[in-house]
């Protein structure tokens, strides 16, 4: 049928095409066949048009439209783009491996630092990961406050103390109404749990308020979370306490449990407290319990519990702060601001890491310095760099090896941006193998470092969000681009001519490699005489002397039958040769200790304060080796020693401004003017802190009816763990209600520099790897460059040159970048290990020795490294160099 | 060749194509099928079997004039080759003899 195109039907019927089919048959179809295809279809719409009406005609284009989409239609589609660069990969990939194959040493240097600074930068960012993620289980936790305290004492300096008395949390919920909660938790140490005749004993026990769970996410297994611990004598036992009291988890909810000597009712089990949580304990008690207790209802004697308040969404937590020393003068009628303590907020993901100058912190398991996590990014970022730059420096000396291929494919007609492409793929191939391997590497390097820094990290972790696992592979990618980009554009930089007429070769090293030399042993010095410096620090911590003995002092843990029994095991103690002394303190050396009220009676009359306090059995200072400065020991023929006497300390004695000090009148706060005691002795100053805080003011008092809460034992010989059966065997024969626990006080001194021992050991190995790397890098380097030079040597020899002069020659350019980088870094080293050591009271100073021999050690190792090359060159026949000139 | 076959509705093409002559193209093409063998055809099937068919050589293929009744896109008319006509041409013996060997029917009922 004809159809006269001219008519005014063909041009209306045009506007109604619909346009989308078209277009995507445009997007489906080979440009090729499209004009015919779309002819066949648009004839078809007209006739559809005539015959069947606009609408019909439209839909039936569509349809017929979209079954275009069908392989043989796309397949004849030239995917040029595409299928040309799957190839070119392919043929790139084979490059790289022939390219691998061909220089088996450059390659393998080139691997291995990568693959060492991506595996220890891994281990890094777990680490840093682990730690930041404690108590991130709680979703509260952006409203989750501790209350610390900050109390105005005169003599300590300003002391951030964990710990509120009991009435603060009840208070300041009843008084602000931004607070949503509050729970208090009152650590209760170690308790007996008794079921029928099973007695024993559990490490941690706390109590808290009913609202615990409501803040905190804890796993309730079984029980209900809101009510458990709202009734008195209520327990929350974790599934292992409840395990070594009954036979499964199940049976125990809802049993009746003698703890001490009250009974409690189980009403719930617990998932044992996860390893990344601040807050650890076996059982929680209900805190109503306690309601009745003496200490617990005179709220306002002393900080004992951790308080933490939920804030209501939005509330501003700065706001409430600024509000508390109103609240605080409000509750106590002090007015006098110095006098009072000032309450403050402390976030709850700050806890774990935000603490090291906390005091009272004894709820923080792992408590960790948050500043080294820098320290540790910074290391991590520092060896990977190292490594970066050995690739970057080795492919670029390498790159005269490859200019043949680069000429050769320039002139058959690759453009610059595909030979770029090829060695940018190159490096991100190396890249992601190093990754690989660096994976391989990790399952064995994760282990040791687990049992160095009392970790349970896991490889496995990274791959918990596929976020993070995609994350990883785009970092390597984008570490390869980066790594690859100068090399690949210094190959392809070449001119053909001059590359194929070999003209370039003798080319020497540029600015840009000698300054990565500089960068990179920079950062290796940097790391080792950070290394040196830390590590002396720690040592001198554990060597000086802190006036007191540490070594060979067992600690063992007491009740109140302990306390009526102290004589009797004393005695029996003594009987054992090995024991040279034996006494008890109401706290342990290297906890802050207390501060109690103090008064002391001068002319002027009563002067009031507050010193860090401790009260101990007679012969405390004799089994600890304190010795004093003037006045005497207490003694047991003193009938007033019993609680009327008081040995302070140096600092104290100073403080005071007394000529004279023995002899002063003194007392608890509590003590009536009248009936003070007197102050019998000074006693050399020791640090019964740990050494990041200066010796503060100290009273000692000596008052068995308080009770102590730890016994110490003096042991002679250095067998002391043989000796521990037959101090449980005495015990055993003694004491009914309380087990026999010890643990050695070098040991808790040692766990009081744990962060910094983890730091440190940290720190060594990546110096280590960084020195590794970076001689492995100059290793090559040095190849490469003794390559070029070997003519110039050859010339030197036949004129007369010695083999010494020669590599001497060949080594002082080296030696020269290593001197340069070493100036370099040692002011920045400086001012960051100054910046560490000013967080010690009690610090090493840095002499320039330390850095010197940490330059001398570089130069040194980087010596022995390159020797292997310098000396043979020099000492190879110049025939062979000069034979083809 | 020779191993060539094709399938029924290839050979329905490119028999079409012998048909039409000047005027086998795509659109044509369908038209004539669905006139005389009444039965509906996929355009896209039959562009497929047409390039098909060129890559086995059996057609060949020129662009033609446009006309407005195809929104100015130009025809491209198809041509049998050599090759097509033998392949034709065999199909065609190769049936005819086949239908040979049917042993003859009675037409019953007359």
């Given at each position: 049928m004809e159809i006269d195109p001219t008519t005014k039907d063909v041009r209306d019927m045009n506007d109604q095409i619909p346009q989308w089919p078209l277009k995507f048959l445009r997007a489906v179809c080979p440009d090729h066949l499209i004009e015919e295809i779309e002819g066949d279809l648009l004839q078809n719409f007209y006739k559809d048009h005539r015959k069947f009406g606009q609408r019909k005609a439209r839909l039936r284009l569509t349809l017929n439209a979209i079954r275009y989409l069908r392989p043989e239609i796309i397949m004849r589609n030239k995917f040029s783009f595409q299928l040309i660069n799957i190839m070119m990969l392919l043929n790139y990939f084979k490059l790289s491996l022939r390219n691998i194959r061909l220089s088996p040493l450059y390659s393998f240097i080139n691997m291995f630092s990568l693959t060492i600074g991506l595996s220890s930068c891994l281990v890094i960012y777990l680490f840093i990961s682990d730690e930041l993620s404690?108590?991130?289980?709680?979703?509260?936790r952006s409203s989750v406050y501790r209350i610390y305290g900050v109390p105005h004492y005169s003599g300590n300096g300003t002391q951030k103390i964990a710990l509120t008395n009991a009435w603060t949390g009840p208070s300041i919920a009843e008084d602000f109404?931004?607070?949503a909660s509050f729970t208090r938790y009152w650590t209760q140490g170690k308790m007996t749990f008794t079921n029928g005749d099973d007695h024993l004993l559990i490490n941690s026990v706390a109590a808290v308020d009913s609202t615990f769970l409501n803040i905190f996410d804890f796993?309730?297994?079984?029980?209900?979370?809101?009510?458990?611990?709202?009734?008195?004598?209520s327990v929350i036992l974790t599934e292992s306490t409840a395990l070594k009291l009954f036979?499964?988890?199940?049976?125990?909810?809802g049993r009746a449990i003698t703890i001490q000597d009250t009974e409690y009712k189980i009403t719930g089990i617990l998932k044992d407290?996860?390893?990344?949580?601040?807050l650890r304990f076996d059982a929680l008690l209900?805190?109503?319990?306690?309601?009745?207790n003496k200490m617990f209802s005179s709220?306002?004697?002393g900080s004992f519990l951790n308080t933490y308040l939920l804030l209501h969404d939005g509330a501003d937590n700065k706001e409430l702060e600024s509000k508390l020393s109103d609240f605080w003068i409000r509750h106590t009628?002090?007015?006098?601001p110095d006098k009072g303590t000032t309450l403050q907020l402390q976030p709850l993901s700050d806890v774990h890491l935000q603490?090291?100058?906390?005091?009272?912190?004894?709820?923080?398991?792992?408590?960790?310095?948050?500043t080294y996590l820098k320290v540790f990014g910074i290391t991590g970022i520092f060896i990977l760099l190292i490594a970066c730059v050995n690739f970057m420096n080795l492919t670029t000396a390498r790159a005269s090896y490859r200019w043949k291929e680069v000429g050769i494919r320039k002139s058959i007609g690759a453009k610059k941006t595909q030979l770029f492409g090829q060695f940018i793929f190159e490096s991100t191939v190396m890249a992601l193998l190093a990754l690989v391997l660096a994976m391989l590497l990790d399952l064995f390097l994760i282990p040791f470092v687990n049992q160095l820094t009392g970790r349970q990290l896991l490889l496995s972790s990274l791959f918990a969000h596929p976020i993070q696992a995609g994350l990883l592979v785009a970092v390597t990618i984008l570490l390869g681009l980066l790594t690859g980009i100068y090399p690949s554009f210094y190959m392809t930089s070449f001119n053909v001519t001059s590359v194929l007429k070999g003209g370039i070769k003798t080319q020497g090293r540029s600015i840009f490699q000698n300054s990565l030399v500089v960068l990179q042993f920079g950062l290796a010095i940097g790391l080792i005489i950070g290394t040196l410096v830390v590590t002396r620090q720690l040592s001198f911590m554990k060597n000086t002397?802190?006036?007191?003995?540490?070594?060979?002092i067992i600690l063992v843990g007491m009740n109140g039958e302990v306390n009526k029994k102290l004589e009797v095991l004393r005695t029996e103690w003594l009987?054992?040769?090995?024991?040279?002394g034996v006494t008890a303190s109401s706290q342990r050396l290297g906890t802050n200790l207390n501060g109690w009220g103090f008064k002391v009676k001068t002319d002027t009359g009563i002067y009031n304060f507050v010193p860090s306090n401790l009260n101990v059995d007679f012969d405390y200072l004799k089994v600890y080796g304190i010795t004093l400065n003037d006045g005497r020991d207490f003694s047991r023929?003193?009938?007033?020693?019993?609680?009327k006497a008081f040995i302070i300390n140096e600092t104290m004695a100073r403080e005071l401004?007394?000529?004279?000090?023995?002899g002063i009148p003194a007392g608890q706060s509590w003590y009536e003017n009248d009936s003070l005691g007197a102050i019998i002795g000074v006693a050399k100053d020791f640090n019964?802190?740990?050494?990041?805080s200066k010796i503060g003011m100290l009273a000692i008092v000596c008052k068995p009816?308080?009770?102590?809460?730890e016994i110490s034992i003096k042991i002679d010989g250095a067998h002391a763990k043989e000796i521990i059966p037959a101090l449980k065997e005495v015990w055993d024969k003694n004491i009914t209600t309380y087990p026999f626990t010890y643990s050695f006080l070098d040991e808790h001194v040692d766990n009081l520099y744990k962060s910094d021992q983890q730091m440190s050991s940290v720190i060594s190995i990546t110096a280590i790897f960084a020195i590794f790397i970076s001689c492995m890098g100059l290793f090559g380097l040095v190849a490469i460059t003794m390559n070029k030079k070997i003519k110039e040597i050859g010339i030197r020899k036949v004129l007369g040159a010695t083999n010494f002069q020669i590599s001497s020659m060949l080594s002082s350019s080296f030696t020269k970048l290593i001197l340069i980088s070493f100036v370099m870094i040692c002011p920045v080293t400086y001012y960051l290990l100054f910046k560490w050591l000013e967080s010690f009271s009690y610090r090493i100073t840095m002499s320039p020795w330390l850095f010197l021999s940490g330059g001398l050690i570089t130069i040194i190792i980087a010596l022995l490294t390159i020797s292997y090359h310098t000396i043979r060159s020099a000492r190879e026949n110049p025939v062979n160099a000069l034979r083809y000139e | 060749m020779g191993k060539e076959y094709l399938g029924e509705f290839e050979e329905l093409v490119l028999t079409m194509v012998g048909v039409l002559?000047?005027?086998?193209?795509g659109a044509a093409i369908a038209e004539e099928i669905e006139k005389r063998q009444d039965r509906n055809i996929n355009i896209s099937a039959l562009h497929v079997t047409l390039y098909r068919l060129e890559d086995k050589g059996l057609i060949k293929s020129a662009f033609g004039g446009s006309t407005n009744e195809r929104g100015g896109r130009r025809k491209r008319i198809y041509t049998v080759t050599n090759a097509g006509f033998v392949m034709l041409r065999r199909m065609k013996d190769g049936r005819l003899e086949l239908w040979r060997l049917i042993p003859q029917l009675k037409m019953s009922g007359i």
């Amino acid at each position: 049928m004809e159809i006269d195109p001219t008519t005014k039907d063909v041009r209306d019927m045009n506007d109604q095409i619909p346009q989308w089919p078209l277009k995507f048959l445009r997007a489906v179809c080979p440009d090729h066949l499209i004009e015919e295809i779309e002819g066949d279809l648009l004839q078809n719409f007209y006739k559809d048009h005539r015959k069947f009406g606009q609408r019909k005609a439209r839909l039936r284009l569509t349809l017929n439209a979209i079954r275009y989409l069908r392989p043989e239609i796309i397949m004849r589609n030239k995917f040029s783009f595409q299928l040309i660069n799957i190839m070119m990969l392919l043929n790139y990939f084979k490059l790289s491996l022939r390219n691998i194959r061909l220089s088996p040493l450059y390659s393998f240097i080139n691997m291995f630092s990568l693959t060492i600074g991506l595996s220890s930068c891994l281990v890094i960012y777990l680490f840093i990961s682990d730690e930041l993620s404690f108590d991130s289980l709680h979703s509260n936790r952006s409203s989750v406050y501790r209350i610390y305290g900050v109390p105005h004492y005169s003599g300590n300096g300003t002391q951030k103390i964990a710990l509120t008395n009991a009435w603060t949390g009840p208070s300041i919920a009843e008084d602000f109404p931004q607070v949503a909660s509050f729970t208090r938790y009152w650590t209760q140490g170690k308790m007996t749990f008794t079921n029928g005749d099973d007695h024993l004993l559990i490490n941690s026990v706390a109590a808290v308020d009913s609202t615990f769970l409501n803040i905190f996410d804890f796993n309730l297994q079984s029980g209900n979370r809101a009510t458990a611990l709202a009734e008195p004598n209520s327990v929350i036992l974790t599934e292992s306490t409840a395990l070594k009291l009954f036979k499964n988890t199940d049976e125990s909810l809802g049993r009746a449990i003698t703890i001490q000597d009250t009974e409690y009712k189980i009403t719930g089990i617990l998932k044992d407290t996860p390893e990344n949580s601040h807050l650890r304990f076996d059982a929680l008690l209900s805190i109503s319990t306690f309601g009745k207790n003496k200490m617990f209802s005179s709220t306002w004697e002393g900080s004992f519990l951790n308080t933490y308040l939920l804030l209501h969404d939005g509330a501003d937590n700065k706001e409430l702060e600024s509000k508390l020393s109103d609240f605080w003068i409000r509750h106590t009628g002090i007015k006098d601001p110095d006098k009072g303590t000032t309450l403050q907020l402390q976030p709850l993901s700050d806890v774990h890491l935000q603490s090291t100058d906390m005091d009272h912190d004894y709820n923080n398991y792992r408590k960790f310095n948050g500043t080294y996590l820098k320290v540790f990014g910074i290391t991590g970022i520092f060896i990977l760099l190292i490594a970066c730059v050995n690739f970057m420096n080795l492919t670029t000396a390498r790159a005269s090896y490859r200019w043949k291929e680069v000429g050769i494919r320039k002139s058959i007609g690759a453009k610059k941006t595909q030979l770029f492409g090829q060695f940018i793929f190159e490096s991100t191939v190396m890249a992601l193998l190093a990754l690989v391997l660096a994976m391989l590497l990790d399952l064995f390097l994760i282990p040791f470092v687990n049992q160095l820094t009392g970790r349970q990290l896991l490889l496995s972790s990274l791959f918990a969000h596929p976020i993070q696992a995609g994350l990883l592979v785009a970092v390597t990618i984008l570490l390869g681009l980066l790594t690859g980009i100068y090399p690949s554009f210094y190959m392809t930089s070449f001119n053909v001519t001059s590359v194929l007429k070999g003209g370039i070769k003798t080319q020497g090293r540029s600015i840009f490699q000698n300054s990565l030399v500089v960068l990179q042993f920079g950062l290796a010095i940097g790391l080792i005489i950070g290394t040196l410096v830390v590590t002396r620090q720690l040592s001198f911590m554990k060597n000086t002397d802190i006036g007191f003995t540490k070594d060979q002092i067992i600690l063992v843990g007491m009740n109140g039958e302990v306390n009526k029994k102290l004589e009797v095991l004393r005695t029996e103690w003594l009987r054992n040769q090995s024991v040279s002394g034996v006494t008890a303190s109401s706290q342990r050396l290297g906890t802050n200790l207390n501060g109690w009220g103090f008064k002391v009676k001068t002319d002027t009359g009563i002067y009031n304060f507050v010193p860090s306090n401790l009260n101990v059995d007679f012969d405390y200072l004799k089994v600890y080796g304190i010795t004093l400065n003037d006045g005497r020991d207490f003694s047991r023929e003193f009938l007033t020693d019993n609680g009327k006497a008081f040995i302070i300390n140096e600092t104290m004695a100073r403080e005071l401004n007394m000529k004279q000090p023995v002899g002063i009148p003194a007392g608890q706060s509590w003590y009536e003017n009248d009936s003070l005691g007197a102050i019998i002795g000074v006693a050399k100053d020791f640090n019964y802190n740990s050494l990041y805080s200066k010796i503060g003011m100290l009273a000692i008092v000596c008052k068995p009816e308080w009770g102590y809460d730890e016994i110490s034992i003096k042991i002679d010989g250095a067998h002391a763990k043989e000796i521990i059966p037959a101090l449980k065997e005495v015990w055993d024969k003694n004491i009914t209600t309380y087990p026999f626990t010890y643990s050695f006080l070098d040991e808790h001194v040692d766990n009081l520099y744990k962060s910094d021992q983890q730091m440190s050991s940290v720190i060594s190995i990546t110096a280590i790897f960084a020195i590794f790397i970076s001689c492995m890098g100059l290793f090559g380097l040095v190849a490469i460059t003794m390559n070029k030079k070997i003519k110039e040597i050859g010339i030197r020899k036949v004129l007369g040159a010695t083999n010494f002069q020669i590599s001497s020659m060949l080594s002082s350019s080296f030696t020269k970048l290593i001197l340069i980088s070493f100036v370099m870094i040692c002011p920045v080293t400086y001012y960051l290990l100054f910046k560490w050591l000013e967080s010690f009271s009690y610090r090493i100073t840095m002499s320039p020795w330390l850095f010197l021999s940490g330059g001398l050690i570089t130069i040194i190792i980087a010596l022995l490294t390159i020797s292997y090359h310098t000396i043979r060159s020099a000492r190879e026949n110049p025939v062979n160099a000069l034979r083809y000139e | 060749m020779g191993k060539e076959y094709l399938g029924e509705f290839e050979e329905l093409v490119l028999t079409m194509v012998g048909v039409l002559q000047k005027e086998a193209y795509g659109a044509a093409i369908a038209e004539e099928i669905e006139k005389r063998q009444d039965r509906n055809i996929n355009i896209s099937a039959l562009h497929v079997t047409l390039y098909r068919l060129e890559d086995k050589g059996l057609i060949k293929s020129a662009f033609g004039g446009s006309t407005n009744e195809r929104g100015g896109r130009r025809k491209r008319i198809y041509t049998v080759t050599n090759a097509g006509f033998v392949m034709l041409r065999r199909m065609k013996d190769g049936r005819l003899e086949l239908w040979r060997l049917i042993p003859q029917l009675k037409m019953s009922g007359i």
